[in-house]
Nanobody, 124 residues
Framework: VQLQASGGGLVQAGGSLRLSCAASGGTFRHYGMGWFRQAPGKEREFVAAIRGGDSNTRYADAVKGRFTISRDNAKNTLYLQMNNLKPEDTAVYYC??????????????????WGQGTLVTVSS
């Protein structure tokens, strides 16, 4: 499975961005998908995850109510809509995939495939 993330950029605090992640090489609708982020000098952290099949979603507390993860199985694409962005959201955002769903979907070690990352910078 190959993942290609896009949509990052520079935005002012309070603004919005939508990240996309195009997947190829696998049966997309069966995969559990997620977004993680990594800020300079910090560990990679969970942002959001979405299950295949019923598209059940999970969010980190830091983004709940501001970010929305979604998927379009017909287009083999994962999305992350980010609203009301804050400077602390600045990071490289990675999309990721695994076969099936893990109850520990918040752990980056649970995922098999990773995109190259896209940089999001939020200015104050």
């Amino acid at each position: 499975v190959q993942l290609q993330a896009s949509g990052g950029g520079l935005v002012q605090a309070g603004g919005s961005l939508r990240l996309s992640c195009a997947a190829s090489g696998g049966t997309f609708r069966h995969y559990g998908m997620g977004w993680f982020r990594q800020a300079p000098g910090k560990e990679r952290e969970f942002v959001a995850a979405i299950r295949g099949g019923d598209s059940n979603t999970r969010y980190a507390d830091a983004v709940k109510g501001r970010f929305t993860i979604s998927r379009d199985n017909a287009k083999n694409t994962l999305y992350l809509q980010m609203n009301n962005l804050k400077p602390e959201d600045t990071a490289v955002y990675y999309c990721t995939a695994r076969g099936g769903w893990s109850v520990q979907h918040y752990r980056h070690s649970e995922y098999d495939y990773w995109g190259q990352g896209t940089l999001v910078t939020v200015s104050s």
